[in-house]
Nanobody
Framework: QVKLVESGGGSVQAGGSLRLSCVVS????????LAWFRQVPGKEREGVAT?????????IYADSVKGRFAISQDTAKNTLYLQMNTLKPEDTAMYYC?????????????????WGQGTQVTVSA
């Protein structure tokens, strides 16, 4: 059974930084495609960043976070990270990590089979 557990969320002022972590346990074949999504109440879940560890660590980002966020992963620790810098109030959301064992969309939540429980990020002005 695959389990994803996020941590690192919290409250921060605009311009600050946070680093989210997501530990993957169980069958780690799902670490073929790893992603961070976020969601605010009343809106659809939005793709933030995706990494493909088996493809040389290729990454892709939403335009809204390019240059501010960085996704990475530590294979030895089975852990996914999201370094978030220069945070803005509009980054406030519940952040989820996601994993899948096959290739697919980087930003379609329906294309990821495994999810964490989420960690809240709140950015105040």
């Amino acid at each position: 059974q695959v389990k994803l557990v996020e941590s690192g969320g919290g409250s921060v002022q605009a311009g600050g930084s946070l680093r989210l972590s997501c530990v993957v346990s169980g069958n780690t074949y799902v670490m073929y495609r790893l992603a961070w999504f976020r969601q605010v109440p009343g809106k659809e879940r939005e793709g933030v960043a995706t990494i493909y560890p088996a493809n040389g660590g290729w990454t892709i980002y939403a335009d809204s976070v390019k240059g501010r966020f960085a996704i990475s992963q530590d294979t030895a620790k089975n852990t996914l990270y999201l370094q978030m810098n220069t945070l803005k109030p509009e980054d406030t959301a519940m952040y989820y990590c996601a994993a899948d064992g096959d290739g697919g969309s980087w930003s379609d939540p329906n294309d990821f089979a495994h999810w964490g429980q989420g960690t809240q990020v709140t950015v105040s002005a």
